[in-house]
T-cell receptor
Framework: EAGVVQSPRYKIIEKKQPVAFWCNPI?????LYWYRQNLGQGPELLIR????????DSQLPKDRFSAERLKGVDSTLKIQPAELGDSAVYLC???????????FGPGTRLTVL | DQQVKQNSPSLSVQEGRISILNCDYT??????FLWYKKYPAEGPTFLIS?????DKNEDGRFTVFLNKSAKHLSLHIVPSQPGDSAVYFC???????????FGTGTRLKVLA
């Protein structure tokens, strides 16, 4: 069974530039999560999708972050414009149902210069 | 306010001995807890869970203990193996929600 796929694995951009991350969850997993993990911290939830609906985006900084999960399968997280403080690892996870332990992808390490 | 705390950033244990990783929480509404293991350059991998209606859950070499009165849980690994060297995160969920709050992690090093 293929795991959660994320791309790119690494991204270096200058501040004020836009950036996008892509995630393909495990087939059949209805719930998809985006997390941000800062250095030395645990993952923090940004947004949770149930199929194509964003059901919890309370932690998503909506002034610069956006996400979509068209057709309820893969998802894209975008930052525009990026700030220095956005440097972190962005993790995608999926589960069959909400509340279950999620399967995490390898993450995208973002460095904003 | 850190609701889930892992106060030991790192732990070293000799191979074959017991590893005990600790996690404290402040929210009495947490009803489900998870432990994840994370290797470098990989995403966290689910290890073991426990519901607040239990005080112990065991899976092979891994046992999680929950002390609700102390708001404390611990992960025991017996015997520890070099392949267990990783960062371990505990996570907790509030009853009625699907959002997990993660601790800051403990880096375990098992010495051969």
């Amino acid at each position: 069974e293929a795991g959660v796929v994320q791309s790119p694995r690494y991204k270096i951009i200058e501040k004020k530039q836009p950036v996008a991350f892509w995630c393909n969850p495990i087939s059949g997993h209805n719930t998809l999560y985006w997390y941000r993990q800062n250095l030395g911290q645990g993952p923090e939830l940004l947004i949770r999708y149930e199929n194509e609906e964003a059901v919890d985006d309370s932690q998503l900084p909506k002034d610069r972050f956006s996400a979509e999960r068209l057709k309820g399968v893969d998802s894209t997280l975008k930052i525009q414009p990026a700030e220095l403080g956005d440097s972190a690892v962005y993790l995608c996870a999926s589960s069959v149902e909400a509340g279950q332990s999620g399967f995490f992808g390898p993450g995208t390490r973002l460095t904003v210069l | 306010d850190q609701q889930v705390k892992q106060n030991s950033p790192s732990l070293s244990v000799q191979e074959g001995r017991i590893s005990i990783l600790n996690c404290d929480y402040t929210n009495s509404m947490f009803d489900y807890f998870l432990w994840y293991k994370k290797y470098p350059a990989e995403g966290p991998t689910f290890l073991i869970s426990i519901s607040s209606i239990k005080d112990k859950n065991e899976d092979g070499r891994f046992t999680v203990f929950l002390n609700k009165s102390a708001k404390h849980l611990s992960l025991h690994i017996v015997p520890s193996q070099p392949g267990d060297s990783a960062v371990y995160f505990c996570a907790a969920r509030t009853s009625g929600t699907y959002k997990y709050i993660f601790g800051t992690g403990t880096r375990l090093k098992v010495l051969a």
